[in-house]
């Protein structure tokens, strides 16, 4: 018993630790990002992030716009109000499905390659060669993906955004039978602009975490082909977490200020 307790704390220490070695390489990075920035990189990486997400990001909001519609259409139903369907799915996505499922489509598929290439790059010691030629593999390997995923996932979660509601709308007016004036009509009255804006805030910010996290853990990798096979695993559920514990503290702030 003491020594499973003992194991215990000690996971606990080196997870503690790991944290911190994290927080500290954030901070190191922070001055990278007022050097000369490399935009042809930098163009390449919105490339691979957001050209090679976007058929993801379709195929996920189409049917999460269809799903929620169809979910909310029983419980409203019950109550006659399936007119205020369309702004609850609204509220929805722009607020929370968008921001969330668009960040993991975008883990799910750049994220974790950002983690692989890198870590393979550091076990074959060609981050070792980067350094020797004088040159700070951080600001070659690093900030362009984060750069790239901070412009990159806004406007995948305004195209999220806007074909999960188009579906929406299309399974509630030719499925369900609900009257698209009055469809549309709600979600005008009630809209305002904050309702968007906390989303795409959340989405820059979830840009920063997640390739942050990807493309730490692929730095720090080491052990040959197994060791970045787990760096991938690693990046791919820190950046999860990382996206619904966010989730929640930014809902949470943008409640108390009235978003």
């Known amino acids: 018993m003491f020594f499973a307790i003992g194991s215990f704390f000690l996971s606990l220490v080196n997870q503690m630790n790991e944290f911190g070695k994290f927080v500290i390489f954030q901070f190191e990075l922070i001055p990278l990002f007022f050097r000369r920035v490399r935009w042809n990189v930098v163009i390449r990486e919105i490339y691979i992030i957001g050209v090679g997400t976007i058929g ?8 999460t716009g269809m799903v929620s519609a169809i979910q909310l259409y029983s419980g409203f139903h019950q109550f006659g109000i399936e007119g205020f369907m369309g702004y609850t799915i609204f509220l929805s996505i722009t607020k929370e499905l968008g921001p969330v499922f668009g960040s993991l489509m975008v883990i799910s598929r ?3 390659s950002m983690a692989a290439e890198i870590g393979t790059m550091r076990v074959t010691e060609q ?32 195209v999220f955004d806007f074909v999960g509601n188009f579906s ?29 804006y906390s989303g795409i805030i959340k989405a820059f910010i979830f840009g920063y975490l997640i390739s942050s996290i990807g493309t730490y853990v692929g730095y720090i990798t080491s052990g040959g082909a197994k060791g970045v096979g787990m760096a991938t695993t690693k990046a791919v559920v820190y950046a999860a977490v990382c996206v619904f514990m966010f989730n929640y503290l930014l809902s949470s702030l943008f409640l108390m200020l009235g978003w």
């Open 168 to 196: 929406a709308f299309l399974i509630s007016n030719y499925v369900l039978g609900i009257n698209p004036i009055t469809y549309q009509n709600i979600i005008l009255q009630n809209l305002v602009l904050e309702d968007i």
């Open 110 to 112: 750049a994220v974790s």
């Open 127 to 158: 981050i070792d060669a980067i350094e020797t030629l004088a040159v700070d593999s951080r600001e070659l390997l690093i900030i362009p993906k984060i750069i790239a995923s901070i412009i990159s996932l806004p406007l995948l979660v305004i």
């Open 56 to 63: 993801v990001i379709l195929l996920t909001s189409f049917f």
